[in-house]
Structure formats: C-alpha cells, structure tokens
C-alpha cells in the first residue's frame, strides 16, 4: 500500500484486497452528492474509491471478505436531540473498532438532554445517501461532523461513499478539513 504524502497526495492504490480508483474520475461508484462535494474540495490530495459487492458494505463483513484492517475503518453515525425546541443533528465519526459515546460525550456537545440515532429513514432522505453508505463528505449544510481524535491518525481510512457498491479511501487527516468537522478528544469508547 502506498502512503498518503503532502503536499499533493496521491491516493492510495490498494488497502487489503481492495484496488482504488480515483474517486473523481468514477462518479458513477459514488453518491451524487458526494462527488459534488469532492469535486469542491479536494485542495491538493486525492480521494480513492473502491467497489465492492454492496452485500458486504457493513463493516463487519467488509473487513473479513476484503481482509482490511478493523482500525482501518471509519464508521459515520447521525445523531439528533432537541433543546427549546431546536432539533439539533451531528454526523459521528469514530473507528470501526470503537463507538460513538452518544449518551455523553455527543450529548453535551450538541447541548441537548438526551441524544439518540436519527431514524435510519430520515438520515437516508436528509443525507440522500444509501443507508451503509452514509459518509461525512458531503453533509446537509447545517449539521455538524463530530470526528473522533483517533479518526485523523488513520493513515489510509475506508469510509463510505454514499452508496453501498463502494467506499471512499484517503488520508484519515482529510476529514478533519471538511466543513464543519470538529476534532473531538474522546468521541469514542
């Protein structure tokens, strides 16, 4: 596997038994709303795009049928509370081999009293991506992206793509250039 470089990365060419493809060039493996969003924010490093059989997009059977690494992976959860009536929504980020403290490290970020996963049928429709694909790059504007400290230190994370045939692979630092990430220090238990 070739390393992530700056400044002017390249993508990685395989992780596992997975060969990539510039993202950018293959928008037909990707979420239409997550290659416009790549397409506006790729400042100097690439993204790849893997395809894989949608039947094993979960993470789970990913990492054993495509023989990747569990801390290789990045898994994004959406989460919602209320406060005063506000509705308030974060996508999470946090390796595979961990998760999201939503009871309350999510919670008191977002200043709410209670937090809970946003029902897998809104954050499809509101996200318009593929559930098991769901993935920070490309957000609707006004939620926030929670990324767990660990997340940046993945030297080549896989994370979704917006739909299930593929997943997206970059330096796990990258993210934390998206809008509205935030580096969160224990995001993940």
Partial sequence: MRAVTEPHD?????????????ALDHPELLAPRVASALAGWLHGHEVAVVAIDPDLADTAA????????????ANCVVVAGRRGGEERIAA???????????????KRRLDVRKASFLPTERAVEETAMEYGGITPVGLPTGWRLLLDAEVIDIPVAIIGSGVRRSK????????????????VHDLAV
Avoid: F, I, Q
Avoid at 10 to 22: I, R, V, Y
Avoid at 62 to 73: C, E
């Fill in 62 to 73: 990913l990492t054993k049928a495509y023989d990747v690494p569990l801390s290789a992976s």
């Fill in 92 to 106: 999470c980020v946090v390796r595979a081999d961990t998760r999201a403290d939503v009871n309350n490290v999510v």
């Fill in 10 to 22: 390249t993508p990685p060419t395989s992780l596992g038994s997975l060969a990539s493809l510039p």
């Fill in 168 to 183: 997206l692979l970059l330096a796990g630092r990258h993210l934390a250039e998206l809008p509205s990430a935030e580096v």
